[in-house]
Nanobody, 119 residues
Framework: QVQLAESGGGLVQAGGSLRLSCVAS????????MGWYRQAPGNQRELVAR???????DYAASVKGRFTISRDNAKNTVYLQMNSLKAEDTAVYYC?????????????WGKGTLVTVSS
């Protein structure tokens, strides 16, 4: 069983910064892609940023230049540094990790952490 635990969400003023963390725990042999998605009320869940096991980063156009994704493989942790936050960044942010556990690859999700940006 693999669990993902996000932290770091909260309320911040526009222009401010937050850093999200997501720790994967359990019987983990390896990880591949690690990423962050978000879902605002009334919207579909969308990709925010993703980082491969080799360190390749991909970003949504709306966050490029403001957000930075990173990972610590030794800690099975992925981070999202969010700067210059805007009201439209308000959403629940979900961690997503490709994990090799108990003999198979699986796509795991965290329960989400709420980010609220006040204008």
């Amino acid at each position: 069983q693999v669990q993902l635990a996000e932290s770091g969400g909260g309320l911040v003023q526009a222009g401010g910064s937050l850093r999200l963390s997501c720790v994967a725990s359990g019987r983990i042999f390896s990880t591949n892609n690690m990423g962050w998605y978000r879902q605002a009320p009334g919207n579909q869940r969308e990709l925010v940023a993703r980082i491969s096991s080799g360190g390749r980063e991909d970003y949504a156009a709306s966050v490029k230049g403001r957000f930075t994704i990173s990972r610590d493989n030794a800690k099975n942790t992925v981070y999202l540094q969010m700067n210059s936050l805007k009201a439209e960044d308000t959403a629940v942010y979900y961690c997503n990790v490709d994990v090799y556990s108990e003999g198979r690859w699986q796509d795991d999700w965290g329960k989400g952490t709420l980010v609220t940006v006040s204008s």
